[in-house]
């Protein structure tokens, strides 16, 4: 119930490609889905956040898809980078709740080739 | 000024030892997060204490003991650790327990040897 299953594994892509990390959850009473990015060595960055009432969130190169229906959402990267390469994990919690807690999926290790 | 800090940044320390990690953040944040991150998996959550009081250990074996002196650091005492302790450490804060936004630290690399 408490699960967020996190694909693919690993990505790897070419500069200027769009690479695509899915998500999905079981638990419906989770309402809040962060991504994180993280460097080797470094702690996780929260990258972007979306809230169940809207469906798709933009910030700058990174959007967040959200299908409420389905329980999954998705991180999309326009124009990749290098510097993009990183792992980014995608998690999900209830804001607020009484037991407040990050659940993450195992993570998606993106190579963006130059 | 959104950033956690945290010391020291690599530990090595024997079974034997006593040693601490330290979290710092200033950002008027009420509750602070220990996390444990084991290579190619996430964070797992330790503990969390909302307004320096111990809301959620998450079974935690004794030989990790949290403290929050006070509302801007956390600390973390480590005695007597196994080689399988040896992890990446982060500290979290958040403005309240249950916040959306969790700012984490850069880590403590932790060996135990």
């Known amino acids: 119930q408490q699960q967020v299953k996190q694909s693919p594994q690993s990505l790897i892509v070419q500069k200027g490609g769009i690479p695509i990390i899915n998500c999905a959850y079981e638990?419906?009473?989770?309402?809040?889905f962060p991504w994180y990015q993280q460097f080797p060595g470094k702690g996780p960055a929260l990258l972007i956040a979306?809230?169940?009432?809207?469906s798709e969130k933009k910030e700058g190169r990174f959007t967040i898809s959200f299908n409420k229906s389905a329980k999954q959402f998705s991180l999309h990267i326009m124009d990749s980078q290098p510097g993009d390469s990183a792992t980014y994990f995608c998690?999900?919690?209830?804001?607020?709740?009484?037991?407040?807690?990050?659940?993450f999926g195992k993570g998606t290790l993106l190579t963006v080739n130059p | 000024d959104t950033e956690v800090t945290q010391t020291p940044k690599h530990l090595v320390m024997g079974m034997t030892n006593k040693k601490s990690l330290k979290c710092e953040q200033h950002?008027?944040?009420?509750?602070m997060y220990w996390y444990k991150q084991k290579a190619k998996k996430p964070p797992e959550l330790m503990f969390v204490?909302?307004?320096?009081?111990?809301?959620i250990n998450e079974s935690v074996p004794s030989r990790f003991s949290p403290e929050c002196p006070n509302s801007s650091l956390l600390n973390l005492h480590l005695h007597a650790l196994q080689p399988e302790d040896s992890a990446l450490y982060l500290c979290?804060?958040?403005?309240?327990?249950?916040?959306?936004?969790?700012?984490f630290g850069q880590g403590t690399r932790l060996t135990v040897v």
């Open positions: 979290a804060s958040s403005q309240e327990r249950g916040s959306t936004e969790a700012f």
């Open positions: 638990n419906t009473a989770f309402d809040y």
């Open positions: 979306i809230r169940p009432d809207v």
């Open positions: 998690a999900a919690s209830m804001v607020g709740g009484s037991n407040y807690k990050l659940t």
């Open positions: 950002m008027g944040h009420r509750a």
């Open positions: 204490y909302s307004y320096e009081k111990l809301s």
